[in-house]
């Protein structure tokens, strides 16, 4: 069965301001979807409400995954669950290897599952990171550096493309990605989630992002624009590109029509 995230009238309010106002989305399994929209629209709420920040409150709707309601779930089990969020601005953490990171997150779900569990053994965890970063085309000594600590931006974003490979969720989400990234960090990074994809065409993929670009690399079957907090307008892979082409005036004059 086609896990879904079912995204329906959505309302969010930080510190009692709204800042959704009535989101409707439905991700599959399977689909690219990307969520556009100028600053200040409210596409990086949408993203940490539905990996669950509690600075955010949740104020009306409700968000079902795999037929799960998701709002009564903590952050963790929505990531066992099988969602990702790939941050905009990924923390470092000094002293912790990329490797010692991956082990303790795939031994903290095991546990989850069975609290008798020893986790994963260190030669069934280095043949999933060879596995995984031959995949990617990573060269291994990656594994050995403290995560995010002196990485470049497009090594950040390298280091959540492994994560993906090796936590393999259902519906992966990707808040603003390209930010910060040169054409060709930027390139590369697309071309590690299309061989997560290509080895696993079941992953569903939601890119939020201000610009076409990144759309040029990861391309989507379904585009949906975001204006004061609200879908206000969906439609193909063309939409990204009118929007590249004529900016979102037009979608502005549309709504204050409407």
């Known amino acids: 069965m086609v896990a879904a995230l079912e995204i329906k ?49 949740v104020t009306a ?13 903590e952050a963790d089990e929505r990531s066992r669950a099988g969602l990702f969020l790939a941050f905009q601005y990924p923390v470092s953490i000094p002293g912790v290897t990329v490797a010692n990171f991956l082990r303790l997150a795939i031994n ?14 260190i030669s069934d965890f280095r043949k999933l990171m060879r596995e995984k970063m031959d995949m990617l085309q990573m060269d291994h000594s990656f594994a050995g550096r403290y995560l995010n600590e002196g990485f470049s931006g497009g090594e950040k974003k390298r280091a959540e493309i492994l994560q993906m490979a090796v ?19 930027l390139r590369v990074v ?37 204006y004061q907090g609200q879908i206000v307008e969906s ?3 063309d939409l990204a590109l009118r929007l590249e082409e004529a900016g979102y005036d037009w979608i502005r004059e549309k709504v204050s029509v409407e």
Not at 108 to 121: H, L
Request: proline content about 4%.
């Open 9 to 57: 009238n959505l309302h969010v309010s930080v510190e009692d301001k709204p800042i959704l106002r009535g989101v409707n989305l439905t991700v599959k399994q399977g689909e690219v979807h990307a969520l556009m929209g100028p600053n200040g629209s409210g596409k990086s709420t949408l993203a940490n409400v539905l990996l669950g920040n509690p600075a955010y409150e």
């Open 61 to 73: 709707g409700e968000i079902i995954f795999d037929g799960h309601d998701l709002m009564e779930m």
């Open 108 to 121: 903290a779900r095991m546990k989850a599952v069975d609290p008798e569990s020893k986790g994963i053994s």
């Open 167 to 185: 936590l393999n969720p259902k519906i992966a989400i990707l808040d603003e990605t390209d930010s910060g990234l040169d054409i060709d960090a």
């Open 190 to 226: 697309s071309e590690g989630v299309n061989r997560l994809r290509s080895n696993d065409s079941n992953l569903g993929v939601l890119v939020i992002t201000h610009y076409q670009r990144i759309l040029n690399y990861i391309k989507p079957e379904f585009v949906h624009v975001m």
């Open 235 to 237: 439609g193909g892979a």
